[in-house]
């Protein structure tokens, strides 16, 4: 496989030699965490996002851990959020890896959507766009109907794998109306299994009550699950040499090692 971050190779060297000790000890950190979860799980064969998906979407150690310092007043919950709006804070300022597809708490897919069916009703057509489970010998993943005022069905579309693109070139798509059409891509978006979703908050009623400086949202197993993906994100792009090495873009491992390493000494 080609490398596209070769032109980080110097830079990482450097590293390696020792600049920049916070990615280093990010790796250092990362490293009895992965050993814990992999030992934890062993039917998922060593695979990271499918034992990470585990660990954010179950009453797990690592999870309650998080849950219980962004809900506690003890030292360690005031150092771990004050680490965790220095987090948010560095990754809103440097965009890693990139402008175009930035790790944020703004925009992130941290979970799978809770909104799998969307039924709208709309002059005299009704609508139905839906993630369905796939039932062999048949593979399909998203269903799509449209019914007329008849109950006659205008658009039956199915497809194995939710693709916006096959959904636009399917010919009973094209032959809709304009308005029908963009009723269907902006529920196709609302149904999206990799809909990306933000963390903060506009409006200070509605933000964690015990972080003042950024507006996180009041709900702290969703704010557990987003922490942990970030902290995954972080690694992988760590790992793979995809993140630029500069000065300014390894600041983001203070924070990061620091929450990392508060959270692996519960596992102990």
């Known amino acids: 496989m080609n490398n596209n971050f070769i032109d980080f190779k110097a830079r990482w060297l450097q590293i390696a030699n020792g600049e920049f000790e916070y990615s280093i000890l990010f790796i250092k950190a990362w490293l009895p965490f992965n050993a814990w979860y992999c030992n934890s799980y062993p039917s998922l064969n060593n695979n990271d996002r499918r034992i990470l998906t585990e660990i954010k979407t179950g009453n797990t150690l690592f999870k309650t851990r998080i849950i219980s310092l962004l809900e506690g007043s003890d030292e360690d919950s005031i150092f771990f959020k004050h680490k965790l709006v220095k987090l948010h804070n560095q990754l809103e300022l440097c965009k890693v890896p990139s402008a175009t597809k930035p790790i944020s708490f703004k925009n992130i897919n941290f979970r ?136 300014d873009n390894l600041k983001i491992y203070e924070p990061a090692f620091y929450m990392l390493r508060l959270l692996i000494k519960s596992l102990d």
Do not use: M, W
């Open 112 to 247: 799978e959507n809770p909104h799998t069916v969307l039924n709208k009703t709309f002059r005299n057509y009704k609508f139905k766009i839906e993630l369905i489970t796939p039932i062999p010998p048949h593979n399909n993943r998203v269903k799509i109907d449209i019914l007329n005022s008849t109950n006659s069905n205008v658009l039956a579309y199915l497809h194995t794998k939710y693709d916006l693109n096959n959904l636009k070139n399917n010919n009973n798509f094209k032959q809709l109306s304009e308005s029908n059409q963009n009723i269907i891509i902006d529920g196709f978006e609302i149904v999206n299994p990799k809909l990306r979703e933000s963390l903060i908050v506009t409006k200070k009623n509605q933000s964690f009550p015990s972080i003042k400086e950024v507006l996180f949202v009041n709900n702290s197993d969703l704010l557990a699950q987003g922490i942990i993906e970030i902290l995954y994100n972080l690694r992988c792009i760590l790992f793979h040499g995809e993140i630029q090495p500069n000065k």
